[in-house]
């Protein structure tokens, strides 16, 4: 049923010495020429009105310069629609990029986006979860791996029930799925796929004495290139050379240290595999300090792809992750997920990687 047309008023200009009064509801009725309610299911979005009408409310809102009261939104149901986007720092490049895309998606789905750090404490991630939940967040995004302890499991368990009973969703972004039957959306990138193809391209080359470098083994984003590269080397009959032992930061002061501790302990090895790009500059820096030149002593390849690998020098091979698009997929698969067409299978994706060759690889007789 459409709403008659109400004769528009205009608001009386204010008088030399008048307060400035902010602009209400029943302003941009009578602006409109429609009834309060009309205004307020436009704004919400919660009951259908006619096209020509909400047009019609929406250009009054933008020539009165009106802005909603948030709490008095909240008690009329008119909740403002959020995802969360929970990272460790802000700082790093992948998950920055992840975020942006996250934050885009977000925008043009009408929803706003809450960035949110946690500096790597489960303690604080926890409390960024619950304080979402309270807040009516439509989703809640973890990115980047994690310890995959019994502990881990339990929680994360508890927080995807928890927040699927109030409507929410718990997603997790280029992090493993937790099992089968749990309300969580799982947006993945190929981490193990992109650590084989990047080691086959070492190995290709001739490199058998492949150290790799960085992270925590216990990490899940760690033991899934771990993994890559353990297959790479079974594949070609190389026995692991290598690995990361204790846990460690992804980081350049990591991959400075751990490097230089190999360098002065006489370990021979032609070949690096950082976990990430950063570890690797720091590598990249250590090898010339001790007067090694890359890619004529040794050979190194990082992961992740992200600006910085094309300004190392030499320029750096890399396997390329697609950060911003796991951002975008995962705040379309949690919102899509609400559709009455949205299938099961539609909350679990794996996004392909692949190596980017570049200057820091030389062929070496095997």
């Keep these: 049923m459409t709403e008659a047309v109400r004769p528009r008023r205009r608001r009386s200009p204010a008088q030399p010495g008048d307060e400035p009064r902010p602009t ?24 259908p009105v006619a096209p020509a009408t909400r047009k019609r409310v929406l250009r009054s809102v933008n020539e009165l310069n009106f802005v ?7 008690l009329r149901g008119m909740v403002t629609r959020t995802v969360a986007f929970v990272l460790n720092d802000v700082r790093g490049q992948s998950f920055a990029a992840a975020a942006q895309g996250a934050e885009e998606e977000a925008a043009q789905s009408g929803r706003l986006c809450l960035i ?13 979860i619950r304080l979402m939940r309270e807040q009516g967040a439509e989703a809640v995004i973890l990115i980047g791996g994690a310890v995959q302890d019994e502990a881990y499991y339990a929680r994360m368990t508890e927080v995807a029930q928890a927040l699927d009973a109030v409507g929410s969703r718990l997603v997790f972004c280029g992090r493993p799925p937790l ?11 190929d981490n193990e796929g992109g650590a084989y193809a990047v080691t086959s391209q070492l190995l290709a080359n001739g490199h058998r004495k492949i150290v790799m470098l960085g992270g925590d083994p216990r990490h899940s984003t760690t033991a899934g290139r771990r ?47 950082a976990c990430t790009d950063v570890v690797a500059a720091g590598a990249l820096a250590a090898l010339a300090d001790a007067g090694k030149r890359v890619p004529e002593d040794v050979s190194v390849v990082g992961y992740d792809d992200i600006d910085l690998a ?8 890399t396997v390329h992750v697609p950060y911003e698009e796991l951002g975008r997929t995962a705040v379309r ?29 030389a062929r070496i007789a095997p």
């Design 333 to 361: 698969l949690a919102l899509r997920r609400r559709r009455p067409d949205a299938e099961r299978g539609d909350q679990h994706v794996m996004l392909g990687t692949h190596v980017v060759v570049r200057k820091s690889v």
């Design 310 to 317: 094309s300004d190392l020098r030499p320029q750096l091979t």
């Design 68 to 74: 909603a009261n948030t709490h008095a939104r909240a």
């Design 24 to 47: 209400t509801l029943r302003d941009v009725a009578a602006h409109a020429g429609v009834s309060v309610a009309t205004v307020s299911r436009v704004l919400a979005e919660n009951y």
């Design 116 to 128: 949110c750090t946690t500096q790597g404490d489960p303690a604080r991630e926890m409390g960024v």
């Design 179 to 189: 099992g089968p039957d749990l309300p969580l959306t799982v947006v993945e990138y």
């Design 227 to 273: 993994d890559g590269y353990r297959r790479a080397l079974a594949d070609f009959g190389v026995e692991p050379y290598r690995e990361p032992g204790q846990p460690d930061e992804f980081s350049r002061a990591a991959g400075y240290r751990r490097t230089r501790e190999l360098l002065d302990s006489g370990v021979e090895f032609t070949a690096i595999f």
